[in-house]
């Protein structure tokens, strides 16, 4: 029991951090985790025991996972040699020189677990410098080469460490064995990752081939791969489970680009749900680093004799380290590049490259997952220290990118990229004006009442998106001459509320119930367009649930059977509504105080319009509405069309990108599943 609260309170800080980051955007998520895991830590009694086995089954395998499966980029693909070369001699290089220097900095610390620790601190973390990139304007090349690097050096990286701690377990290394199982398990489990994801691959077509069409069950075989491969290359053929799931995603994204057309919603439903996963995993290793932080200091500070101050230097140098090794790596490839030319080495980049390589989710798995105590029962030599120094070099290579990266980018010419194209609010803007033209072009006598209806929803989202892109737009004078007389036009339903209350025409509690009606739509229209009602939404939502509860529980059955002269009774309360709606607005312009030309005559006829509509509808029979139905969903799908048209045409026009329209069309194709889905009838 004491585990799902611990996974249950893990989620509920992962949300949270997002929503923090929401609002401070300047912090990046896994250090906002890192805090949150450091208070549950403080404030909670929770102990978790971190088995190695489970732990890198449930973390590493998918996470690498992921990684392969967005392997193959052009950008990557043209920057292959030196990833490829950081990825692998780099991981080696840190290993030895780090674990040479860390070894002779704690000398009670022996060389097996300094080789180990270097080892796990040579991965990078793309999710990391990903979202540091998005705050500054950080050169491409860097970013891809950081995003290529980190593929493949968290398999090299956890490859080593793995021997490294072997090595330190059993007290035993030998470099020929060490160098014969190397190629093993490398080779092997390459070619297991290849091989049985292309098993999986092909029976997951076959069985859909043969009727098995189900996407649930299609979707639940796709997150169980990369735990399946990882589980038999690791426990039937000794192999490296790492190498596996990143040879296994990059085969699955391979083979995926192939059938992905034959069944988008399949792709669609599993990435999705894969991402889901991967925000989970991702968010909670941060969540336990900082939950094992005062452990890990506490136990650092009881082993050293200098108390605080030794082990956090034990952890800049470190880091320091790392950062410079980086940093002279990539300056020396630039001085090879170059032919030896040394004016032609730009430091700035190689100071960048270092600084871009920040340690996250797999530098703190491996370390989690070093045992509690020995198979001879002795505690692991130094796990506290090492615990408090991955965590430390992992926390301060993202202050330093932080810090450092904006102040040695140029984030001018971001911004002159980024003014070349709308922004993709502006772009929904676009495409809901050409659908309101096309629903224009299409309307006539018999689908008008749905047309006026679609149109009124149309520009409430119009006009959310207008006040969110011009603060100032609240200040718009037709503006507020809409809004003013929509407030009209909710006080007139009120008052016709009150006096067929107090002329008996309606009871108390429908009194009450059309009144919390009310309010549901004025809250509901202002929130639509970006403001708050003036009145309290936390009273309505408040009243609505205790009517809707009274509903439930003391309703009588016998008024199922009184439907009939409900909707008739039901009918003449939305007529008197309306009515007064449509009379107060007439009486308001007419006032003597009250400039009339000021309001537009399609704004005034739009509102009075809304309320005739509503009338009808009440009124209309159970055909009628069958056939407004109909009248709604066929302009609806004309909308959506016009959407899709207008996004290939700022596409054309190059005044959006890629990205940008992709993202587009995928709105309108969610909405499009929403709105015309059977289950979105909330009525």
Same mark, same amino acid.
């Given at each position: 029991? /004491? ?382 220290? /090492? ?297």
């Amino acid at each position: 029991m /004491v585990i799902i609260e611990l996974i249950m309170l893990l989620v509920v800080l992962l949300l949270v951090s997002t929503v923090i980051n929401h609002y401070l955007p300047m912090i990046p998520g896994s250090l906002i985790q890192i805090g949150l895991g450091l208070l549950l830590s403080v404030f909670t009694n929770f102990k978790i025991n971190f088995e190695t086995e489970w732990f890198l089954l449930l973390f590493i395998a998918p996470l690498l996972f992921n990684d392969g499966k967005r392997f193959p980029k052009r950008e990557l693909w043209q920057l292959k040699l030196p990833i490829f070369i950081n990825a692998i001699a780099l991981v080696v290089i840190t290993m030895l020189f780090g674990g040479i220097i860390i070894n002779w900095m704690i000398p009670e610390m022996p060389f097996a677990v300094a080789f180990a620790l270097a080892a796990i601190l040579s991965p990078t973390d793309p999710v990391a410098v990903q979202s540091i990139a998005k705050r500054s304007n950080l050169p491409g090349s860097i970013l891809h080469l950081v995003s290529g690097e980190s593929l493949i050096n968290d398999a090299s990286g956890l490859i080593c460490f793995k021997y490294a701690l072997a090595a330190a377990i059993t007290g035993q290394f030998m470099l020929s064995h060490a160098i014969g199982d190397f190629f093993y398990i490398s080779v092997v489990g390459l070619v297991a990752g290849i091989f049985l994801m292309y098993l999986l691959v092909k029976l997951r077509r076959y069985l859909y081939d043969h009727g098995m069409q189900n996407i649930i069950f299609l979707t639940v075989a796709y997150i169980l791969t990369p735990f399946v491969i990882y589980f038999i290359s690791e426990d039937w053929l000794h192999a490296s489970g790492v190498i596996s799931v990143v040879s296994a995603g990059i085969t699955f994204h391979l083979m995926s680009r192939r059938t992905s057309i034959v069944n988008p919603e399949l792709k669609l439903v599993t990435e999705k749900t894969w991402n889901v996963i991967i925000y989970i995993l991702n968010g909670i290793i941060f969540l336990l680093l900082g939950f094992s932080l005062p452990e890990a200091m506490g136990g650092s500070i009881q082993t050293i004799q200098l108390g605080t101050v030794q082990p956090i230097f034990y952890a800049i140098v470190t880091w320091a380290v790392l950062l410079l090794i980086r940093t002279l790596w990539i300056a020396g490839y630039q001085l090879v590049a170059n032919r030896w030319d040394y004016h032609q080495v730009n430091w700035r980049v190689s100071i960048l490259s270092g600084l871009s390589g920040v340690r996250g989710a797999v530098t703190m798995v491996g370390v989690l997952s070093i045992p509690l105590a020995t198979p001879a029962g002795r505690a692991f030599p130094e796990r506290p220290l /090492v615990l408090f120094i991955a965590a430390s070099v992992i926390i301060l290579s993202l202050l330093s990118a932080i810090i450092l990266i904006p102040l040695l980018t140029d984030n001018k010419a971001e911004v002159i990229e980024y003014d070349q194209y709308l922004t993709e609010d502006e772009a929904q803007a676009k495409m809901i004006q050409s659908a309101i033209k096309e629903i224009h072009k299409s309307q006539n006598e018999h689908n008008q009442q749905a047309a006026f209806d679609l149109i009124f929803q149309y520009q409430l989202m119009l006009r959310k998106l207008n006040h969110s892109l011009h603060s100032n737009r609240i200040n718009d004078f037709s503006f507020n001459n809409e809004l003013a007389l929509r407030r009209i036009a909710f006080s007139g339903e009120r008052k016709a509320a009150l006096r067929m209350y107090e002329d008996g025409e309606i009871k108390r509690d429908e009194y009450v119930a059309v009144s919390q009606i009310i309010n549901r739509r004025e809250a509901a229209m202002f929130d639509s367009v970006g403001m708050r009602s003036s009145r309290s939404t936390v009273r309505t939502d408040f009243n609505t649930l205790l009517s809707g509860l009274k509903k439930f529980f003391f309703s009588s059955s016998k008024t199922k059977h009184r439907g009939e002269r409900l909707q008739r009774h039901w009918a003449m309360i939305i007529n008197g509504l309306s009515q007064s709606a449509i009379e107060e607005v007439k009486n308001y312009l007419n006032r003597d105080d009250i400039d009339s030309s000021s309001f537009e005559n399609q704004m005034v006829d739009h509102i009075i319009v809304f309320y005739r509509n509503r009338m009808n509808r009440v009124n209309s029979t159970s055909l009628d509405r069958d056939d407004y139905d109909q009248q709604y969903d066929n302009l609806q799908v004309k909308g959506f069309g016009a959407q899709r048209l207008e996004v290939q045409q700022l596409l054309d026009d190059k005044q959006i990108d890629w990205s940008i329209s992709n993202d587009l069309r995928q709105h309108v194709n969610y909405l499009e599943n929403v709105l015309m889905s059977p289950l979105s009838d909330d009525d």
